[in-house]
Each structure stands twice: as C-alpha cells, then as structure tokens.
T-cell receptor, first 113, second 111 residues
Framework: GAGVSQSPSNKVTEKGKDVELRCDPISGHTALYWYRQSLGQGLEFLIYFQGNSAPDKSGLPSDRFSAERTGGSVSTLTIQRTQQEDSAVYLC???????????FGPGTRLTVL | KQEVTQIPAALSVPEGENLVLNCSFTDSAIYNLQWFRQDPGKGLTSLLLIQSSQREQTSGRLNASLDKSSGRSTLYIAASQPGDSATYLCAVDNQGGKLIFGQGTELSVKP
C-alpha cells in the first residue's frame, strides 16, 4: 500500500514569510508525528497526534510553529514568520497507534533565505 | 532526560564483513527501540522494532538486540554489501510515542 507522503518535497521561502507543510499518513494509522532534521541538532521531535486526543506539542520550538490534523488523517505543519534557523528537513511519520513502529515520509526540505 | 548515543559516528568496511553498530540510552524505562536507515536526501526506512519485553529481532541479514538494564542495543549486519551503505539511526520511545534519536552511524561498505 501507499506509504506516508509529504508535500512539497522542497520549499524555498524568504525570511518572514509563512509556510505550510503537508503530510498524508498511511491509511488507517491513528498516530501522526512531526520531526525536524537539521545539521546541528540531528533529528528532533516536534508534535504528536493520537486519534482524537489533544496533541503533544512539547517539541515545538516556538509559538511560530503550529500543526493541525483534520479528520484524523491529513496534517499540516505551519511555520509563521520564518527565520533562517528554521531551515531543515521536516519529516512526518505515522503508526497504527502510539508506541508502535513508525513509518516515515520522504520529508520536506525547507530553506529560508 | 533521555539521551541516545551511537558509536561509531562513521564506519568503513570491505564488502562481505560482518559488523556491529552500537546504540546506548540513559533511561532504561523505554516502550521500544527502533532502528532505521537513511539514504542521502531521503526519509527514514524502518529496519527493526524491538519492544521493551523483547531481547532481539531479526530480519534477513539484520539482527538487533536490546539490553534494557544496561541501556544498550546493537544492530548486527551479516555479510555486508555496498547497498548497505547508508546512515543508521537508533531511536527510543519512552513516552508512548515520540522518538528520541541518536546522531547516527554513517556506514560505507566498499566493493
């Protein structure tokens, strides 16, 4: 079956602009995760959705970052007033439920000029 | 706070060798541990998932072990091939979902 998909694959934006990154999880997966991979920080957790529960936002680096998940499926990660330090690869993953095997998408490479 | 360390950071071996990648973690209260590979410019591919109650998992030429009490996991790759060249990442889940990653081991298998 289809894996996790993300769009766009690459995004170049100017400092101060808002960006939206999209994730389509594997069908039937109730848990969805966002991670960020940057050269200096490695792979770090951002936010986690599990079913209809309140999301775990403990990894979001600032209030410029937000995410939503509509209808328990597609998720959008929004970064407002982008900064150069936001440049990274943003990875999305999904799993059948929390604490199970996570499957990752190909990522969105964000470059903030 | 959970910290995950992978040693070595980089490894180069000739084709055909058996090799071991190491992962250590500071908090033994984990739900599971997952090994991934990442090819340059790509996402992560799940290799093996070991639940906290398990000691090891095997898939083809790969075998992963888990020793919770000592905070260690190893990934054993038998008869390495050039196609195994990638970065291998270890990640632990001790809060019911979010993964804490090591920095990875960059493996190069020379033909």
């Amino acid at each position: 079956g289809a894996g996790v998909s993300q769009s766009p694959s690459n995004k170049v934006t100017e400092k101060g602009k808002d960006v939206e990154l999209r994730c389509d999880p594997i069908s039937g997966h109730t848990a969805l995760y966002w991670y960020r991979q940057s050269l200096g920080q490695g792979l770090e957790f951002l936010i986690y959705f599990q079913g209809n529960s309140a999301p775990d936002k403990s990894g979001l680096p600032s209030d410029r970052f937000s995410a939503e998940r509509t209808g328990g499926s597609v998720s959008t990660l929004t970064i407002q007033r982008t900064q150069q330090e936001d440049s990274a690869v943003y990875l999305c993953a999904s799993s059948k439920q929390g604490a199970n095997e996570q499957f990752f998408g190909p990522g969105t490479r964000l470059t903030v000029l | 706070k959970q910290e995950v360390t992978q040693i070595p950071a980089a490894l180069s071996v000739p084709e055909g060798e058996n090799l071991v990648l190491n992962c250590s973690f500071t908090d033994s209260a984990i739900y599971n541990l997952q090994w991934f590979r990442q090819d340059p410019g790509k996402g992560l591919t799940s290799l093996l998932l070991i639940q906290s109650s398990q000691r090891e998992q095997t898939s083809g030429r790969l075998n992963a072990s888990l020793d919770k009490s000592s905070g260690r996991s190893t990934l054993y790759i038998a008869a390495s091939q050039p196609g195994d060249s990638a970065t291998y990442l270890c990640a632990v889940d001790n809060q019911g979902g979010k993964l804490i990653f090591g920095q990875g081991t960059e493996l190069s298998v020379k033909p």
